[in-house]
């Protein structure tokens, strides 16, 4: 079961996974990279999705630069929300963490919609984050894809 959300920036959760390698063991992570961006965590472990997409919505890239510069995709979306609910289900309890390079948009707006698609407290959420962003186009793809 998923208690809480944390959203951090990429150098923070580096930090914190070298003073504390079990994270992995004893919580939920959602790492969102940039194309090329080196990942903070290794990706074999079971409570750990990786996604790779840019922090912009489809339309506001000219097309023949999507590849380069993917958004968020149905795909992802799918990825966040079944993970999220198989999470949420389990026996085992701990917090979730979305990191993006700066925490601020991306990892943002797949916080606050777990916080609604898990109905966790929201608003203790943002009183912890207050400097969060969600990126629109990722929160309302989000939104659609669990049918809220």
Known sequence: MILRTFVV????LQRIVA????LLDKHFVIS??????????????????NLTFCD?????????KRERFPSMSPADAGYVVSALRRWHAMDRRGN??????AGISRSAAVGTFANELLGLDSEQFHKEH?????????????RVTAGL
């Not at 920036?9 to 923070?12: A, E, I, V």
């Not at 207050?130 to 989000?142: A, C, E, I, S, T």
């Open 9 to 12: 920036p990429k150098d923070l």
């Open 130 to 142: 207050p400097w969060v962003d969600p990126q629109p186009y990722v929160l309302n793809l989000l």
């Open 32 to 49: 969102i990279c940039d194309p090329g961006e080196v990942r903070p965590l290794p990706s074999e472990h079971s409570h750990l999705l």
């Open 19 to 22: 003073q504390h390698p079990s």
């Open 56 to 64: 912009i919505a489809p339309e506001d890239i000219p097309e023949e």
């Open 96 to 101: 979730l963490i979305v990191q993006c390079h």
